[in-house]
């Protein structure tokens, strides 16, 4: 079973920077997917970014060139650099991580999110 887990939301001030960490733990051979969402208040979840083995990272228009999403492998942990924030793009964040055991199971799992406010 995988487990995930984010950290770094915190409080920005508009035109500030975050970033974000998702770790993964437990059976894990292999991290097939991490990807990044998004849910502010009243709203439905949104896709942000995301990063698939040996492919190119993937974004949202609203985040593009703001936002870069990346891996360490090593450590099965992804990042989300947040620049330029804005006060639209407060929301809780979550980490959602596909992997693959060593027995050759896949397993996908969100983790708890973590709140990001951009606020002055």
């Known amino acids: 079973q995988v487990q995930v887990v984010e950290s770094g939301g915190g409080l920005v001030q508009p035109g500030g920077t975050l970033r974000l960490s998702c770790a993964a733990n437990g059976d894990i051979r292999m991290i097939s997917l991490m990807a990044w969402y998004r849910q502010a208040p009243g709203k439905q979840r949104e896709f942000i970014a995301d990063?698939?083995?040996?492919?190119?990272?993937n974004y949202a228009d609203s985040v593009k060139d703001r936002f870069t999403i990346s891996r360490d492998n090593a450590k099965n942990t992804a990042y989300l650099q947040m620049n330029s924030l804005t006060p639209e793009d407060t929301a809780i964040y979550y980490c959602?991580?596909?992997?693959?055991?060593?027995?050759?199971?896949?397993?996908?799992?969100w983790g708890q999110g973590t709140q990001v406010t951009v606020s002055s």
């Open positions: 990063i698939r083995s040996g492919s190119a990272a």
């Open positions: 959602y991580t596909g992997a693959i055991t060593p027995s050759g199971g896949r397993w996908n799992a």
